[in-house]
């Protein structure tokens, strides 16, 4: 059966074909009456809007690409809820693409947005160097959501990472610690701000940093916990780069029959759902997930609509939020 046209409802609600396309345009110049009889019409048939066609006259397809780095890490969720409800409250529809740790798969997935013509792309713990970033921006608005990018071309939206590193050395040095490890994010988002906010903050305290390398996962923060226990296990406090690498810490230090927080305190970064469940309890710094991504849409509907061209950098201010796994050393 060929699919109904707009003329088949304009003749099933006896109305004309303009008329049809003030409802599915959702005009406010049609009556109450009018509306519910062409949308009934529409039901009875089966009618769906070409929204190709639709696309096609307006320039615009009311439709945001999202790009998120790892769907491992619950971090990025969070922002993508954020993106989500602000999308769904002005009228956008949201395209998730992941790039799975890859720089190829990220570059793949921005094209592929520039391809649906998107009206505008979120990129999410960017890991693309900030050439091809801006050359995307070329043809499409750009927000960088979760890494300090540099740039006279796209929008970035950041918590200030520093400051939340900051937070964490400062809240265990007035419990007492002072021989305190940073489990390094590597390349990750926000890694190096975090890195150089806790190296300051302990040499300002006159105490003497001990950075362990890692990443942004569960199995690095096993490992660099193990390292950091074959180092000097006289360490009392352990701030890792993120939540991912703080559960897996926690899972070494309990394999090596260490509890937290009687014999070390475990601090992570982010404040996703896991650090909050209850037998858990991560003490963690809270980002503001929801708002960074809220901010996002709200700067690309600043580009898509109201025509801003000069690029706007903004920060939130990050929350230390104080659960179970933080005490005063017994020592």
Known sequence: ????????????????????????????????????AVLEAASTLGYRP????????????????????????PYFAGVADGVKAAADETGYRLLLNSAFLSDDDERSALETFIDFNVDGIILSGARVSKSVIEQTAESVPVVVASDPVKSRKVDTINNDDHAGATLVVEHLVELGHRRIVH?????????????????????????VPNVVPGVFTEASGVDAAEMALKQDPSFTAV??????????????????????????????????????????????IDQGRDRIGRLAVEMLIERVEDGRTTARHLTTPPTLVVRNTTASPRD
């Not at 396309?21 to 009456?33: A, E, G, Q, T, W």
Request: glycine content about 10%.
């Open 1 to 36: 059966m060929p699919k109904p046209t707009m003329d088949d409802v304009a003749r099933e609600a006896g109305v004309s074909r303009a008329l049809v396309s003030l409802v599915m345009r959702n005009s406010d110049k049609v009556s109450d009456r009018s509306r519910a």
């Open 50 to 73: 070409n929204l190709s066609a639709r696309h096609l006259a307006s320039k615009r397809t009311r439709t945001f690409g999202m790009v998120i780095n790892d769907l491992h890490n």
């Open 183 to 207: 489990i390094d994010g590597g390349s990750g988002a926000g890694a190096k701000q975090r890195k150089a906010g806790y190296t300051e903050t302990m040499e300002r305290h006159g105490l």
């Open 239 to 284: 701030f890792a780069g993120n939540d991912m690498s703080a559960l897996g810490a926690l899972d070494a230090l309990d394999a090596a029959g260490l509890r937290v927080p009687d014999d070390v305190s475990l601090v992570g970064y982010d404040n996703t759902f896991i650090a909050a469940l209850r037998h858990i309890g991560l003490t963690t």
